[in-house]
Every structure is written in C-alpha cells, then in structure tokens.
C-alpha cells in the first residue's frame, strides 16, 4: 500500500516531514533549517528540544482533521476513505485550523493568489441548505480545508470584495455554522452573546437568516479568532487546542473518557503562556459560565491555544463553540447527556455541584476558594439581566418567538440553582 508524504509549511517556510508510516501512523521530524533559524514548536507537544529526529505525531495533526458527519462528507467528495487519516490529512490539509499548511509530496505553496473564486448568492444558498455538502457540478468549487470539530461548517472569504472561497494560499477570513441541530444557531448564539455582556472573551458572531418561500433557514458567520490582518493581507495566526498541546488524541477530548481534567490545563497554561494569571481566571469563568448557561459539551478541543502576530508565546484563546444543551434538550426535542464535559472538583452532574465541589475545583486550579465563590455568585446574579439584554438585541433583528421565554425561564432557574447551591 501506499503510504503518504508530504512537508508542514507554515506560510512559505518550510517546517519539516511528515509521513505515514506501515501501521497508517502519522511521524514528524524538524527540519534542520527551521531548527537553526529559531522556528517555534508546531504544539507544545511537540517541542524543539527534540532537535530533528522524527517522532510521533499522530495525535497532533489528526486533531487538525474535521470529525462526525463532516469528515464523513469530505471523505465522499474526495473518494477517501473514512478511516484514512493520513490520506484526508494531505487532501485537506492545505487551509488547516491556525498557520500551518500540510502539502503532500514535493508541493509547494506558491505565489499568493490575488483573490479566491467568487460565490454568487445562488452558491451560499446551496452552501447553507446542504450545511456545506452541495456545491454546483458544473462550477470548480471544492471545499479544500481541514477545521477540527463534529458540527458542521464551512469556511470562506468575506470582505469589501463579497463571499469567494478560500484557496492554498488566499486564507478564508470567516467560518459558517449550520442549523444540523433544531434550534442550535441560536442556542450557540444566545450563549456566546451572553457571554460577552458578562465581560468574558468571547469570537465575534452574527445570526443570520436564508428565507426560502416560508422557512426561514439560520445560519451563523463566525470571525477566525486564527486569523489577522497584516499590511492589508489576511495572514493565519499559529493555534492549538489544548488536546493537541497535551498530546492527546482526539477520541479524549471529555475528561471522563479518559481525557485531561482542568488541573491538567491549568497547569499548562500557567506553563507556557504569556499571561497565567489571566489564562488561569479566564479558564475558571469558562468552566463557571458553562455550568450556568447549560452547555454541557464544553471540552478540551473548544479551548486553544493563539499565538499573536509577532509573538511565539501564546495565550489563551477567546471562547468558542458556547452552546446551551439544555436549551436544545428543552425545546429541541434533544437528548444530549447532561453531564459535564469537564468535571467540577470531580462531579459532572450539575445537580451534584455544591461548595464542596468548588472547594476541590480551586484545588486543582490551584486558586484561593473564596475568590472563587464570590466569583460563581456575581455571574449567577449577573446573567440573568445579561441574557435578558441579549435577547431583546436577538428579537429587535430576528422577531420573538414562543421558545424565548423557555430559555429565559431556564436561564434564571440555572443561575437560581447554582446561587444557591453555594451555601450547601
């Protein structure tokens, strides 16, 4: 069988070898040129200090491969096969997550192109009716590009100059989000919007809408945190997700499968990256806000790791992929489980989160207790008026509907609850 080789690339510098080997695992070695001009680590996981002898990476760049009915989809437009990790990997690995560029063989970058190809609205409209899937057959649109995650998305450019996909070298700017879940745009919108009222660092988002004859279709366009402009040129910023930066693979993204808890963050971030002490609160009010908005899928893979333009010592990135589950499951007709993704003090059922479970929760953050609780109570009191605002924002654009009062009334119970339970 034949086995896949190709080169990192980050922008037109080349980083190192990658190839698959005889068991269909991914290995990785430095090159000796980026190692003498101080090139930076691609993960954390994957130091310098290994100097140029190959290892194993498999961990790290298959955390760069999409997952779920995404990856199922790709794997048939590109006739792979769904369990070839290395063979999608250098299919798609052009438009990776972050800077870097996975090219197959002797391939190269290239020139940077002036401008990708143009989507006319008839194409966006097919985009989000076939939640990326359908493109016309008769036009060279293929999606090229390889975004971690299970929900399904699809990335491209806007700017002055429209919507046009993204190609090797012209970076997509932006991220679209479909309606795979009933009600799961607004239930990530309302929670990254809430979010930010509270002050917390958030992507920037908007909620729009496809009318077709009656039906009304949503779709959301998220700004890539991984992305910046540069001397008016979009350029990538260099990113992980702490899964990748551990060195875990992808099937441990939740703690209780085996995956790292939040002291196991805490203590990397305060390890690596450029400002602990707010990584650390930022990590703590994450994990807080979860639990009161009932997003119950908040794991390893929705925190990263961003390196600023011009810096090669990261920082925490902005939160992404907020959804309230428990909105879904109440008005959705879901049924998502209800534990959480990452454990407080070791309890992820969210009716067992007492004082208790905070104290332990400040151990492994290694954070006093009492700033914590006061903590928890400020966003407890807090968002139910923040949800309130965001929400009369959300209607003043979109219209009301029955089920906002149901996320309301689950809004204040939650932080009700959780208020509470901090006495107990």
Same mark, same amino acid.
Not at 341 to 347: N, T, V, Y
Not at 381 to 403: D, F
């Given at each position: 069988? @034949?086995?896949?080789?190709?080169?990192?690339?980050?922008?037109?510098?080349?980083?190192?070898?990658?190839?698959?080997?005889?068991?269909?695992?991914?290995?990785?070695?430095?090159?000796?040129?980026?190692?003498?001009?101080?090139?930076?680590?691609?993960?954390?996981?994957?130091?310098?200090?290994?100097?140029?002898?190959?290892?194993?990476?498999?961990?790290?760049?298959?955390?760069?491969?999409?997952?779920?009915?995404?990856? @199922?989809?790709?794997?048939?437009?590109?006739?792979?096969?769904?369990?070839?990790?290395?063979?999608?990997?250098?299919?798609?690995?052009?438009?990776?997550?972050?800077?870097?560029?996975?090219?197959?063989?002797?391939?190269?970058?290239?020139?940077?192109?002036?401008?990708?190809?143009?989507?006319?609205?008839?194409?966006?409209?097919?985009?989000?009716?076939?939640?990326?899937?359908?493109?016309?057959?008769?036009?060279?649109?293929?999606?090229?590009?390889?975004?971690?995650?299970?929900?399904? @998305?699809?990335?491209?450019?806007?700017?002055?100059?429209?919507?046009?996909?993204?190609?090797?070298?012209?970076?997509?700017?932006?991220?679209?989000?479909?309606?795979?879940?009933?009600?799961?745009?607004?239930?990530?919108?309302?929670?990254?919007?809430?979010?930010?009222?509270?002050?917390?660092?958030?992507?920037?988002?908007?909620?729009?809408?496809?009318?077709?004859?009656?039906?009304?279709?949503?779709?959301?366009?998220?700004?890539?945190?991984?992305?910046?402009?540069?001397?008016?040129?979009?350029?990538?910023?260099?990113?992980?997700?702490?899964?990748?930066?551990?060195?875990?693979?992808?099937?441990?993204?939740?703690?209780?499968?085996?995956?790292?808890?939040?002291?196991?963050?805490?203590?990397?971030?305060?390890?690596?990256?450029?400002?602990?002490?707010?990584?650390?609160?930022?990590?703590?009010?994450?994990?807080?806000?979860?639990?009161?908005?009932?997003?119950?899928?908040?794991?390893?893979?929705?925190?990263?790791?961003?390196?600023?333009?011009?810096?090669?010592?990261?920082?925490?990135?902005?939160?992404?992929?907020?959804?309230?589950?428990?909105?879904?499951?109440?008005?959705?007709?879901?049924?998502?489980?209800?534990?959480?993704?990452?454990?407080?003090?070791?309890?992820?059922?969210?009716?067992?989160?007492?004082?208790?479970?905070?104290?332990?929760?400040?151990?492994?953050?290694?954070?006093?207790? @009492?700033?914590?609780?006061?903590?928890?109570?400020?966003?407890?009191?807090?968002?139910?008026? $923040?949800?309130?605002?965001?929400?009369?924002?959300?209607?003043?654009?979109?219209? $009301?509907?029955?089920?906002?009062?149901?996320?309301?009334?689950?809004?204040?119970?939650?932080?009700?609850?959780?208020?509470?339970?901090?006495?107990?």
């Amino acid at each position: 069988m @034949k086995r896949h080789s190709g080169h990192v690339w980050w922008h037109n510098q080349k980083v190192g070898t990658l190839r698959e080997d005889d068991r269909g695992l991914l290995r990785f070695a430095y090159l000796a040129d980026w190692l003498s001009d101080n090139g930076f680590p691609v993960s954390v996981s994957l130091p310098i200090s290994q100097g140029d002898a190959e290892t194993d990476a498999h961990s790290y760049f298959t955390g760069l491969l999409p997952e779920g009915e995404t990856r @199922k989809r790709i794997c048939r437009q590109w006739q792979i096969d769904i369990n070839n990790d290395a063979g999608l990997l250098f299919a798609i690995g052009a438009d990776c997550a972050g800077a870097l560029s996975i090219l197959p063989g002797q391939q190269e970058p290239g020139p940077r192109e002036a401008a990708g190809q143009p989507l006319a609205q008839a194409d966006l409209a097919r985009i989000i009716t076939s939640h990326g899937a359908l493109i016309d057959p008769g036009q060279t649109l293929e999606q090229r590009f390889s975004l971690a995650g299970a929900q399904d @998305k699809f990335t491209l450019i806007c700017d002055a100059r429209g919507y046009r996909m993204p190609q090797a070298t012209d970076p997509s700017t932006h991220l679209m989000k479909f309606e795979t879940v009933r009600h799961v745009c607004f239930a990530e919108y309302m929670a990254t919007q809430i979010a930010g009222e509270l002050g917390l660092p958030i992507i920037n988002m908007a909620y729009n809408t496809l009318n077709q004859g009656r039906a009304a279709i949503p779709w959301l366009m998220l700004d890539r945190y991984d992305r910046a402009q540069h001397r008016g040129q979009t350029v990538r910023l260099h990113q992980e997700d702490l899964i990748q930066a551990l060195g875990y693979p992808t099937a441990y993204k939740y703690e209780h499968d085996g995956g790292p808890d939040l002291q196991a963050v805490a203590t990397l971030l305060r390890e690596v990256v450029e400002t602990p002490l707010e990584a650390i609160a930022n990590l703590r009010d994450w994990q807080i806000f979860n639990l009161l908005i009932g997003n119950w899928d908040g794991h390893g893979k929705n925190l990263a790791l961003l390196y600023p333009l011009g810096s090669d010592v990261p920082v925490l990135a902005p939160f992404y992929d907020l959804v309230s589950i428990e909105h879904i499951n109440k008005v959705g007709k879901a049924n998502y489980a209800r534990d959480l993704a990452f454990s407080i003090g070791g309890d992820f059922t969210p009716e067992r989160i007492t004082r208790a479970s905070w104290a332990a929760f400040a151990k492994q953050l290694s954070i006093p207790l @009492k700033p914590l609780i006061d903590r928890v109570a400020d966003l407890a009191t807090r968002i139910p008026e $923040s949800a309130s605002v965001c929400l009369s924002r959300y209607q003043a654009q979109q219209g $009301s509907h029955p089920m906002h009062r149901t996320f309301m009334t689950m809004v204040k119970k939650r932080a009700r609850w959780v208020y509470d339970n901090l006495s107990s």
